[in-house]
T-cell receptor
Framework: DADVTQTPRNRITKTGKRIMLECSQT?????MYWYRQDPGLGLRLIYY???????NKGEISDGYSVSRQAQAKFSLSLESAIPNQTALYFC????????????????FGPGTRLTVL | AQSVTQLDSQVPVFEEAPVELRCNYSSSVSVYLFWYVQYPNQGLQLLLKYLSGSTLVKSINGFEAEFNKSQTSFHLRKPSVHISDTAEYFC???????????FGTGTKLQVIP
């Protein structure tokens, strides 16, 4: 089973609709992130959470909101979708424990391809 | 603030030829450096990383990168590429202690048979 899962994998919606993208992880990591990927722009950070009670805006948070329901779950919402939010969205996790071999490494989900018409 | 520059958006190279993907970063403090690879229709996965110690780091599939502090670079190299190396490669940086990653815009490596 995948360590980081995202649902749905693909979604087509209309302008103005509210959309929620969900992310779950079984890695036991405390830190979770949402990115969007656009051709030629790389990955840009939308929101990140260093623990359940900690939510922080990234560089492009306008038009998005998040909820950290549990250590393992981090959802991203588009309150009123618009066409320029069409993109590939990735959830990622990382481990804050400095002695872990994977410290500072980010583990990505498979992505959600969102199309807003 | 940290930033990452990958000047080459696409790099075509013939199979078995060497390749170098360039990455430069900007930061006023110590950094951790990473290369991630994204195969078609997949998420990103770590290729290699520099945290401390030896400035030359290697991956299990023949890639290597060297941290050059004076030139603020972390270029990725492979002496002989294979078709299966066709992917998009992202350089990333974390400023010491912040745990927030900044990614470059990516370089698409196209290996030509």
């Amino acid at each position: 089973d995948a360590d980081v899962t995202q649902t749905p994998r693909n979604r087509i919606t209309k302008t103005g609709k509210r959309i929620m993208l969900e992310c779950s992880q079984t890695k036991g990591h405390d830190r979770m992130y949402w990115y969007r990927q656009d051709p030629g722009l790389g990955l840009r950070l939308i929101y990140y959470s260093f623990d359940v009670k900690d939510i922080n805006k990234g560089e492009i948070s306008d038009g998005y909101s998040v909820s950290r329901q549990a250590q393992a779950k981090f959802s991203l919402s588009l309150e009123s979708a618009i066409p320029n939010q069409t993109a590939l969205y990735f959830c990622a996790t990382s481990d804050s424990v400095p002695t872990g071999n994977s410290y500072n490494e980010q583990f990505f989900g498979p992505g959600t391809r969102l199309t807003v018409l | 603030a940290q930033s990452v520059t990958q000047l080459d958006s696409q790099v075509p190279v013939f199979e078995e030829a060497p390749v170098e993907l360039r990455c430069n970063y900007s930061s006023s403090v110590s950094v951790y450096l990473f290369w991630y690879v994204q195969y078609p229709n997949q998420g990103l996965q770590l290729l290699l990383k520099y945290l401390s110690g030896s400035t030359l780091v290697k991956s299990i599939n023949g890639f290597e990168a060297e941290f050059n502090k004076s030139q603020t670079s972390f270029h990725l190299r492979k002496p002989s590429v294979h078709i299966s190396d066709t992917a998009e490669y992202f350089c990333a940086v974390i400023e010491g202690g912040y745990q927030k990653v900044t990614f470059g815009t990516g370089t698409k490596l196209q290996v030509i048979p």
